[in-house]
T-cell receptor, first 117, second 113 residues
Framework: GAVVSQHPSWVICKSGTSVKIECRSLDFQATTMFWYRQFPKQSLMLMAT?????????EQGVEKDKFLINHASLTLSTLTVTSAHPEDSSFYICSARVGPAVAETQYFGPGTRLLVL | GEDVEQSLFLSVREGDSSVINCTYT??????LYWYKQEPGAGLQLLTYIFSNMDMKQDQRLTVLLNKKDKHLSLRIADTQTGDSAIYFCAERPLSGGYNKLIFGAGTRLAVHP
């Protein structure tokens, strides 16, 4: 149980285009999902917390107009990188929270590698 | 502040035990986690420990927590080549409203014959 999928697994796009990444919880409902970004050989940095039915909460320094998050259902959150530039190239990983707030565990998706040319 | 530190690299011989160490700063952290990341993949939850525990064992994995020193370790017994990966330590501080995980930079474990 607690499987999280992401689509696509990798994407190459031209500078200036927008890219949408999907995160799905396959066998459970997730009211809260998280979006992380990982640069090569570095750790994960939390970008935003996605809450079903409400606006996402962004971490300091993350542009909410550039990284649009939509959590329209209990099993799907999407991250749209708008007007992508080469510096947005990274590995984007989502996770979904399972369990009550105090005892929660996060299960991670396999990640989406974005390359902006 | 929130900071998690790990050594960056560990090399062990197949069959030996591996010990990966981690220090964290936020004493309010209720849960501490170990995740494994294989090349090009997301993170796999290996195990976690509640802050009122000193030790947790799960098959080949043993987690030790020294809350006084804010030190966490992961011991992998009988290390195999399939254990080669990056291991991330993470804390979940109370200041994050239970939502936020703070990750270390990851320890790259290399297992050689």
């Amino acid at each position: 149980g607690a499987v999280v999928s992401q689509h696509p697994s990798w994407v190459i796009c031209k500078s200036g285009t927008s890219v949408k990444i999907e995160c799905r919880s396959l066998d459970f409902q997730a009211t809260t999902m998280f979006w992380y970004r990982q640069f090569p050989k570095q750790s994960l940095m939390l970008m935003a917390t996605s809450n079903e039915g409400s606006k996402a909460t962004y971490e300091q320094g993350v542009e909410k107009d550039k990284f649009l998050i939509n959590h329209a259902s209990l099993t799907l959150s999407t991250l749209t990188v708008t007007s992508a530039h080469p510096e947005d190239s990274s590995f984007y990983i989502c996770s979904a929270r399972v369990g009550p707030a105090v005892a929660e565990t996060q299960y991670f998706g396999p990640g989406t590698r974005l390359l902006v040319l | 502040g929130e900071d998690v530190e790990q050594s960056l690299f560990l090399s062990v011989r197949e069959g030996d035990s591996s010990v990966i160490n981690c220090t964290y700063t936020d004493s309010s952290s209720t849960y501490l986690y170990w995740y494994k990341q294989e090349p090009g993949a997301g993170l796999q939850l290996l195990t976690y420990i509640f802050s009122n525990m000193d030790m947790k064992q799960d098959q080949r994995l043993t987690v030790l927590l020294n809350k006084k020193d804010k030190h966490l370790s992961l011991r992998i017994a009988d290390t195999q080549t399939g254990d080669s990966a990056i291991y991330f330590c993470a804390e979940r501080p109370l200041s994050g409203g239970y939502n936020k995980l703070i990750f270390g930079a990851g320890t790259r474990l290399a297992v050689h014959p």
